[in-house]
């Protein structure tokens, strides 16, 4: 794995908005990570590497919840639109 080419993708998908490659590659440079694997460079390369690999972390970890929150904001909009839907149809039968 290139964590560097992967840090980049996952944050152009992030602000895309392709939650579910964005999730794939937080996913994947996680377990590159946690398994020991170098991490990308996260701002100066003369900062310490543990900065880079807990900096990392964190922002793979904010991709799994930010794709979490979309779901769930979607998921919500979807039942808000059904009710009004149901709503109007009772409406309109009286």
């Known amino acids: 794995m290139d964590p560097h080419a992967t840090w980049k993708q996952m944050q152009e998908e992030l602000m895309a908005e392709n939650w579910e490659t964005a999730i794939?590659?937080?996913e994947a440079l996680?377990?590159?990570?946690?398994g020991n694997g170098s991490p990308p460079l996260v701002?100066?390369?003369?900062l310490p590497y543990g900065w880079h690999r807990e900096l990392a972390r964190a922002?793979?970890?904010?991709?799994?919840?930010?794709?979490?929150?979309?779901?769930?904001?979607?998921e919500a909009e979807v039942e808000?639109?059904?009710a009004r839907?149901?709503?109007?149809?009772d409406d309109d039968a009286s």
Request: hydrophobic share 40%.
């Open 24 to 26: 794939e590659l937080a």
């Open 85 to 89: 839907e149901s709503t109007e149809a």
């Open 59 to 74: 922002g793979a970890r904010y991709v799994l919840i930010a794709a979490g929150f979309e779901k769930i904001d979607a």
């Open 43 to 46: 701002g100066s390369k003369d």
């Open 80 to 82: 808000e639109q059904t």
């Open 30 to 34: 996680l377990e590159w990570i946690d």
